[in-house]
């Protein structure tokens, strides 16, 4: 059980263009979902967090109006990469919990290259 | 945004070995550690979790223990295996989301 599924495992765009990657929990309700960022080597940086029909709460830094989350069923969010550039290359990978219970459940992440 | 202190960044272990991988935390509010797992180009898998009213907990070849006054938690891998090669983060919950270490890699030589 708790099952974490993204789309896609890995996307190339074009700088300039944008790119949506989707996460689903495939066996839970997700009431709760996170996205992070995670650059090689390095630890997981919490972008956002979303709650089911809610606009989603950014961490400091982080571009709202360029890293757009919907969290608009309990079982889907997704995150759109608005005018990609090549910084923005990373893995991105969310996570999700339902109710009140600790254990946060990653996806398998989405290697994004922005050429 | 880092709030968990971990260390060593790597560590390179004989099979059959102990694996030690060290977490600090500052905030007295964190109430859930967990210990991740992560292989290359795969999300992380969470391997143990313990709450701070509990100083160690055990599952299978992987204990966690916990210092509560010191502020510390540790992760323990009896029996080191080269399946266990990977990174290793370590984690704790201050309200709904998760704060990360930076991360350890564990390399298990045969």
């Known amino acids: 059980g708790a099952v974490v599924s993204q789309h896609p495992s890995w996307v190339i765009c074009k700088s300039g263009t944008s790119v949506k990657i989707e996460c689903r929990s495939l066996d839970f309700q997700a009431t709760t979902m996170f996205w992070y960022r995670q650059f090689p080597k390095q630890s997981l940086m919490l972008m956002a967090t979303?709650?089911?029909?809610?606009?989603?709460?950014?961490e400091q830094g982080v571009e709202k109006d360029k890293f757009l989350i919907n969290h608009a069923s309990l079982t889907l969010s997704t995150l759109t990469v608005t005018s990609a550039h090549p910084e923005d290359s990373s893995f991105y990978i969310c996570?999700?919990?339902?109710?009140?219970?600790?254990?946060?459940?990653f996806g398998p992440g989405t290697r994004l290259t922005v050429t | 945004q880092q709030q968990v202190k971990q260390s060593p960044q790597s560590l390179i272990v004989q099979k059959g070995g102990i694996s030690i991988i060290n977490c600090a935390y500052e905030?007295?509010?964190?109430?859930?550690f967990p210990w991740y797992q992560q292989f290359p180009g795969k999300g992380p898998a969470l391997l143990i979790a313990i709450r701070p009213d509990v100083s160690e907990k055990k599952e299978g070849r992987f204990t966690i223990s916990f210092n509560k006054s010191a502020k510390q938690f540790s992760l323990h891998i009896m029996d080191s295996q080269p399946g266990d090669s990977a990174t290793y983060f370590c984690?704790?919950?201050?309200?709904?989301?998760?704060?990360f270490g930076a991360g350890t890699r564990l390399t298990v030589k045969p």
């Open positions: 984690a704790a919950r201050p309200n709904n989301d998760m704060r």
């Open positions: 905030n007295t509010a964190f109430d859930y």
């Open positions: 979303s709650n089911e029909g809610s606009k989603a709460t950014y």
């Open positions: 996570s999700a919990k339902t109710g009140t219970i600790y254990e946060q459940y």
